[in-house]
């Protein structure tokens, strides 16, 4: 299995916005910080697949797609 990292977060106007991490902390971290955009935060994860990652990130957040 080839696994892929991802994090994710929920916008403000309720979309699940799920990006690739190529293994800078910032991106989750201190760029969310203080951002109004960002709702709340998925850490990096690995998935195999952009499905896999979109229906885990989904769950994480708690959100229906």
């Known amino acids: 299995m080839n ?3 991802w994090w994710a ?3 403000q106007n309720g979309t699940v916005q799920l990006k690739r991490w190529f293994g800078d902390h910032k991106d ?3 760029d969310c ?9 998925v850490p990096p994860f ?3 697949s952009l499905e896999t990652a979109r229906a885990y ?8 797609p």
Request: net charge negative.
């Open 9 to 11: 977060y929920l916008h």
């Open 46 to 48: 690995a998935a195999d």
């Open 57 to 64: 990130a989904y769950a994480a957040l708690g959100v229906v």
């Open 3 to 5: 696994h892929i990292m």
């Open 28 to 30: 989750y971290t201190d």
């Open 33 to 41: 910080i203080g951002n109004d955009f960002v709702q709340r935060v």
